[in-house]
């Protein structure tokens, strides 16, 4: 089931591809609901089932908060060491190296891998937990593809380079989600990829995406999208307790 669940992350993305080729103003809206989805899954379903599963407190503080920070920082890291953000928003088209592109993507190509195997620990945990995340997961993959596209191609690369780090991304989820199929995580080390996920999620939402949503575009609109999308994780982890 999580393999075939991570082949709605794979449509995803090279949806979210597709549509960088074709973009229009009506993006930020997709991007305001993906947020909003992220942010409704990190704070009402991963966060809550961290604490749960490894709520023993380490100097006052329960350890699935601290692998929440660890992860946030750990995404910030990253992010500053590949300079995804730098990539997207380069100012001088001469100086920019197609390899830089090309390790960006390959980055992102990463994550999704992780999203894959995000998918089917989530299983482990309950259907409910599956459902959530598997939706902020397809959600993130559309900005995936459509970020990896971007990148590749705002570095110099070919359409033909574009096009297949675009498919290396849309097809690493389903990897990720197939090897979570060989092995079980004890509760505890579950709790702690749960509030490591969560972080990383967080950060995704916050530093990424909902900027871009909102980037020249304050529209009530745009928030409204935000909302909505944390109101349907409200909803689906209501439903699924």
Excluded: K
């Excluded at 350890?63 to 750990?74: C, D, I, P, S, Y």
């Excluded at 309950?126 to 902020?136: D, I, Q, W």
């Amino acid at each position: 089931m999580p393999v075939v669940v991570a082949l709605a992350a794979v449509l995803m993305t090279l949806v979210g591809g597709w549509t960088a080729q074709r973009v229009t103003d009506r993006r930020h809206l997709v991007l305001g609901l993906a947020g909003g989805l992220m942010l409704g899954v990190v704070g009402l379903d991963l966060l809550p089932e961290a604490l749960d599963a490894a709520g023993r407190e380490v100097f006052g503080v329960p350890e699935g908060l601290l692998l929440f920070v660890a992860g946030f920082l750990a995404a910030h890291l990253v992010e500053r060491m590949l300079a995804v953000r730098r990539a997207a928003h380069g100012a001088d088209p001469d100086q920019r190296s197609p390899r830089v592109g090309l390790t960006a993507a390959a980055a992102l190509a990463g994550h999704s891998l992780m999203d894959g195997v995000a998918i089917g620990l989530a299983f482990q945990v309950s259907s409910g937990m599956a459902v959530a995340v598997a939706l902020a997961v397809i959600a993130h993959d559309f900005a995936d593809g459509f970020n990896t596209y971007t990148i590749t191609s705002l570095y110099g690369n070919s359409r033909r380079r574009a096009a297949a780090m675009l498919c290396a991304t849309a097809l690493a989820p389903v990897a990720g989600a197939a090897s979570t199929l060989l092995f079980t995580l004890p509760a505890q080390l579950l709790g702690f990829y749960l509030g490591f996920f969560a972080g990383v999620l967080l950060y995704l939402a916050t530093s990424d995406i909902l900027p871009e949503a909102h980037h020249e575009h304050p529209a009530r609109s745009t928030l409204l999208c935000t909302v909505l999308g944390v109101a349907f994780i409200w909803l689906v982890v209501g439903i699924a307790d």
